[in-house]
Protein backbone atom coordinates (compact mmCIF):
# COMPACT_ATOMS: atom_id res chain seq x y z
CA UNK A 1 0.00 0.00 0.00
CA UNK A 2 1.17 3.30 -0.47
CA UNK A 3 0.00 6.69 0.67
CA UNK A 4 0.01 10.03 -0.52
CA UNK A 5 0.74 13.30 1.72
CA UNK A 6 0.54 16.94 1.28
CA UNK A 7 2.87 19.57 3.28
CA UNK A 8 0.87 21.93 5.43
CA UNK A 9 3.76 23.78 6.23
CA UNK A 10 6.63 24.98 5.61
CA UNK A 11 9.86 25.83 8.18
CA UNK A 12 12.35 29.20 7.66
CA UNK A 13 15.54 28.51 9.65
CA UNK A 14 19.07 29.55 9.65
CA UNK A 15 20.23 26.44 8.78
CA UNK A 16 20.81 26.48 4.78
CA UNK A 17 22.84 23.48 4.44
CA UNK A 18 23.05 19.88 6.36
CA UNK A 19 26.08 20.49 7.73
CA UNK A 20 26.03 22.22 11.36
CA UNK A 21 22.23 21.50 11.66
CA UNK A 22 22.00 19.81 15.45
CA UNK A 23 21.21 16.30 15.15
CA UNK A 24 18.34 16.78 17.74
CA UNK A 25 16.24 19.07 18.90
CA UNK A 26 16.50 20.96 21.36
CA UNK A 27 20.42 21.22 21.53
CA UNK A 28 21.04 24.94 20.27
CA UNK A 29 18.14 26.80 21.75
CA UNK A 30 19.16 30.55 19.79
CA UNK A 31 18.14 29.47 16.61
CA UNK A 32 14.90 31.30 16.19
CA UNK A 33 12.84 29.00 13.63
CA UNK A 34 9.19 29.48 11.93
CA UNK A 35 6.89 27.52 10.51
CA UNK A 36 4.58 28.66 8.07
CA UNK A 37 0.93 27.03 7.41
CA UNK A 38 0.60 27.25 3.28
CA UNK A 39 -3.06 27.08 1.96
CA UNK A 40 -5.29 26.06 2.18
CA UNK A 41 -3.70 24.96 6.15
CA UNK A 42 -3.11 28.45 6.58
CA UNK A 43 -6.56 29.24 8.73
CA UNK A 44 -6.32 30.75 11.88
CA UNK A 45 -8.82 28.32 13.01
CA UNK A 46 -6.29 25.16 12.30
CA UNK A 47 -4.33 26.25 15.03
CA UNK A 48 -6.67 27.39 17.84
CA UNK A 49 -5.60 26.47 20.80
CA UNK A 50 -2.35 25.39 20.32
CA UNK A 51 -0.85 28.45 22.13
CA UNK A 52 -1.76 26.44 25.32
CA UNK A 53 0.90 23.92 24.90
CA UNK A 54 4.56 24.40 25.07
CA UNK A 55 6.08 22.04 23.03
CA UNK A 56 4.84 20.43 19.78
CA UNK A 57 5.89 16.97 17.39
CA UNK A 58 6.47 18.34 14.09
CA UNK A 59 6.59 15.45 11.42
CA UNK A 60 8.47 16.42 8.15
CA UNK A 61 10.17 15.21 5.18
CA UNK A 62 13.82 14.73 4.74
CA UNK A 63 13.28 16.49 1.50
CA UNK A 64 16.90 17.33 1.12
CA UNK A 65 17.69 14.02 1.21
CA UNK A 66 14.51 11.61 0.12
CA UNK A 67 15.95 10.29 -3.43
CA UNK A 68 19.37 8.97 -1.63
CA UNK A 69 17.52 5.52 -0.83
CA UNK A 70 18.41 3.44 2.41
CA UNK A 71 20.40 0.58 3.80
CA UNK A 72 18.76 -1.78 6.86
CA UNK A 73 21.81 -0.55 8.86
CA UNK A 74 23.23 2.29 9.52
CA UNK A 75 25.91 4.04 11.79
CA UNK A 76 24.57 7.02 14.27
CA UNK A 77 27.47 9.06 15.27
CA UNK A 78 27.03 8.73 18.88
CA UNK A 79 28.64 5.32 18.19
CA UNK A 80 31.80 6.74 16.95
CA UNK A 81 30.50 6.37 12.73
CA UNK A 82 32.00 2.61 12.88
CA UNK A 83 29.03 0.46 14.95
CA UNK A 84 26.01 -0.59 13.13
CA UNK A 85 22.44 -0.48 13.89
CA UNK A 86 19.26 -1.50 12.60
CA UNK A 87 17.68 2.32 10.58
CA UNK A 88 14.25 1.69 12.92
CA UNK A 89 16.83 1.80 15.80
CA UNK A 90 18.00 4.91 14.74
CA UNK A 91 17.11 8.58 13.77
CA UNK A 92 18.91 8.43 10.99
CA UNK A 93 17.41 10.75 7.48
CA UNK A 94 18.30 7.90 5.64
CA UNK A 95 14.97 5.51 5.43
CA UNK A 96 12.20 3.99 3.89
CA UNK A 97 10.11 6.60 4.14
CA UNK A 98 12.17 9.46 4.84
CA UNK A 99 9.88 11.09 7.55
CA UNK A 100 11.24 12.94 10.92
CA UNK A 101 9.74 14.02 13.90
CA UNK A 102 11.11 16.38 16.24
CA UNK A 103 9.68 17.84 19.34
CA UNK A 104 10.14 21.60 19.93
CA UNK A 105 9.42 24.61 21.97
CA UNK A 106 6.36 26.71 20.68
CA UNK A 107 7.47 30.33 21.83
CA UNK A 108 4.22 31.75 19.92
CA UNK A 109 1.56 31.43 17.60
CA UNK A 110 0.64 34.22 15.32
CA UNK A 111 -2.36 34.22 12.98
CA UNK A 112 -1.63 37.63 10.80
CA UNK A 113 -0.69 38.80 8.79
CA UNK A 114 -0.11 34.79 8.19
CA UNK A 115 -0.64 31.20 10.34
CA UNK A 116 3.05 31.27 11.39
CA UNK A 117 4.52 29.34 14.73
CA UNK A 118 8.00 30.33 15.93
CA UNK A 119 9.65 27.39 17.32
CA UNK A 120 13.04 27.00 19.53
CA UNK A 121 15.69 24.24 19.19
CA UNK A 122 14.69 22.65 15.77
CA UNK A 123 17.23 20.56 13.77
CA UNK A 124 15.65 21.28 10.57
CA UNK A 125 17.04 22.72 7.26
CA UNK A 126 15.57 25.70 5.63
CA UNK A 127 12.78 24.69 3.35
CA UNK A 128 11.84 21.37 4.84
CA UNK A 129 7.88 20.65 4.48
CA UNK A 130 6.32 19.63 7.12
CA UNK A 131 3.50 17.11 7.25
CA UNK A 132 1.95 17.57 10.48
CA UNK A 133 2.39 19.81 13.92
CA UNK A 134 0.87 17.85 17.33
CA UNK A 135 0.80 19.27 20.61
CA UNK A 136 3.00 17.50 22.96
CA UNK A 137 0.95 15.69 25.77
CA UNK A 138 3.14 15.61 28.93
CA UNK A 139 1.35 12.79 30.73
CA UNK A 140 1.40 10.64 28.39
CA UNK A 141 5.07 11.44 26.29
CA UNK A 142 7.13 12.41 29.49
CA UNK A 143 8.27 8.77 30.80
CA UNK A 144 10.50 8.68 33.74
CA UNK A 145 11.02 4.88 33.34
CA UNK A 146 12.06 4.93 29.67
CA UNK A 147 15.70 3.95 28.43
CA UNK A 148 17.63 5.62 26.10
CA UNK A 149 19.45 2.75 24.28
CA UNK A 150 23.21 3.96 22.94
CA UNK A 151 22.12 7.78 23.16
CA UNK A 152 22.78 7.62 26.87
CA UNK A 153 22.86 11.48 27.22
CA UNK A 154 23.61 14.40 25.50
CA UNK A 155 26.38 14.62 23.53
CA UNK A 156 30.06 15.99 24.64
CA UNK A 157 30.16 19.68 24.24
CA UNK A 158 33.12 21.49 22.22
CA UNK A 159 34.53 24.71 24.17
CA UNK A 160 34.48 27.75 21.16
CA UNK A 161 36.96 30.89 21.05
CA UNK A 162 37.03 33.01 18.21
CA UNK A 163 40.08 34.78 16.64
CA UNK A 164 40.43 38.68 17.07
CA UNK A 165 39.27 39.25 13.31
CA UNK A 166 36.17 36.79 13.08
CA UNK A 167 35.26 38.28 16.56
CA UNK A 168 35.41 41.97 14.80
CA UNK A 169 33.27 40.71 11.94
CA UNK A 170 30.39 40.48 14.42
CA UNK A 171 29.91 43.90 13.96
CA UNK A 172 29.10 43.47 9.98
CA UNK A 173 25.65 45.33 8.87
CA UNK A 174 22.73 42.21 8.64
CA UNK A 175 23.99 39.89 11.10
CA UNK A 176 21.29 39.01 13.53
CA UNK A 177 21.87 40.42 17.19
CA UNK A 178 22.29 36.43 18.43
CA UNK A 179 24.37 35.54 15.84
CA UNK A 180 27.56 35.15 17.92
CA UNK A 181 25.10 33.00 20.42
CA UNK A 182 24.20 30.68 17.55
CA UNK A 183 27.30 30.20 16.07
CA UNK A 184 28.89 29.37 19.35
CA UNK A 185 26.02 26.74 20.00
CA UNK A 186 26.81 25.23 16.80
CA UNK A 187 29.98 24.86 17.33
CA UNK A 188 29.68 23.71 20.29
CA UNK A 189 27.70 20.42 18.93
CA UNK A 190 31.01 19.18 16.95
CA UNK A 191 29.27 19.43 13.56
CA UNK A 192 32.27 17.45 11.54
CA UNK A 193 31.67 13.76 10.60
CA UNK A 194 32.27 10.99 13.13
CA UNK A 195 35.30 9.94 12.06
CA UNK A 196 37.08 13.28 10.91
CA UNK A 197 39.88 14.33 13.18
CA UNK A 198 42.43 16.66 11.28
CA UNK A 199 43.16 20.41 13.04
CA UNK A 200 44.43 21.71 10.00
CA UNK A 201 41.21 21.71 8.15
CA UNK A 202 39.06 24.18 7.73
CA UNK A 203 35.12 23.83 8.28
CA UNK A 204 32.22 25.91 7.13
CA UNK A 205 28.57 25.86 8.32
CA UNK A 206 26.20 28.26 6.61
CA UNK A 207 23.76 29.99 8.86
CA UNK A 208 21.23 32.63 7.81
CA UNK A 209 23.48 33.95 4.54
CA UNK A 210 27.04 33.78 6.26
CA UNK A 211 29.26 31.29 6.11
CA UNK A 212 31.00 30.65 9.66
CA UNK A 213 34.81 29.28 8.99
CA UNK A 214 36.15 27.25 11.43
CA UNK A 215 39.13 24.88 12.83
CA UNK A 216 38.87 21.65 15.71
CA UNK A 217 41.73 20.75 17.68
CA UNK A 218 40.97 18.26 20.34
CA UNK A 219 37.69 19.77 22.32
CA UNK A 220 38.00 23.10 21.18
CA UNK A 221 36.54 24.93 17.81
CA UNK A 222 38.10 28.11 16.84
CA UNK A 223 36.14 30.48 14.49
CA UNK A 224 38.57 32.05 11.94
CA UNK A 225 36.36 34.26 9.92
CA UNK A 226 32.60 35.02 8.61
CA UNK A 227 31.76 35.49 5.27
CA UNK A 228 28.68 36.45 3.11
CA UNK A 229 27.41 33.33 1.60
CA UNK A 230 27.42 33.46 -1.75
CA UNK A 231 24.60 32.87 -3.77
N1 LIG B 1 14.70 14.82 15.23
C1 LIG B 1 14.50 14.28 13.91
C2 LIG B 1 14.09 12.83 13.93
O1 LIG B 1 14.45 12.15 14.87
O2 LIG B 1 13.43 12.41 13.01
C3 LIG B 1 15.71 14.48 13.04
C4 LIG B 1 16.92 13.67 13.44
S1 LIG B 1 18.08 13.71 12.15
C5 LIG B 1 19.41 12.79 12.83
C6 LIG B 1 18.65 15.37 12.28
C7 LIG B 1 19.43 15.75 11.06
O3 LIG B 1 18.56 15.76 9.95
C8 LIG B 1 19.98 17.14 11.11
O4 LIG B 1 21.21 17.16 11.79
C9 LIG B 1 20.16 17.46 9.62
O5 LIG B 1 21.44 17.03 9.17
C10 LIG B 1 19.11 16.58 8.95
N2 LIG B 1 18.03 17.32 8.35
C11 LIG B 1 17.25 18.28 8.91
N3 LIG B 1 16.33 18.70 8.04
C12 LIG B 1 16.52 18.00 6.89
C13 LIG B 1 15.87 17.97 5.63
N4 LIG B 1 14.83 18.76 5.36
N5 LIG B 1 16.34 17.12 4.68
C14 LIG B 1 17.39 16.30 4.93
N6 LIG B 1 18.04 16.27 6.12
C15 LIG B 1 17.61 17.11 7.09
Known amino acids: MSYTFETIGVIHSPYREKFGIPRQPSLVNAARITLELLPPYDHPDMVRGLDAFSHVWI ?6 TADRGWQPLVRPPRLGGNAKVGVFASRA ?7 GLSLVRLLRVDTQPKV ?3 LEGADLLDGTPV ?4 PYIPFVEARADARGGFVDGPPP ?11 AQLTA ?9 LVEQVLAQDPRPAYQDDPERIYGVALHQWNVRFRVEKNHAQVIEIQPLTP
Open 173 to 181: PGLPADFAL
Open 116 to 118: VLT
Open 157 to 167: QLSVGWDAAAR
Open 93 to 99: THRPNPL
Open 131 to 134: LDIK
Open 59 to 64: SFVFHQ
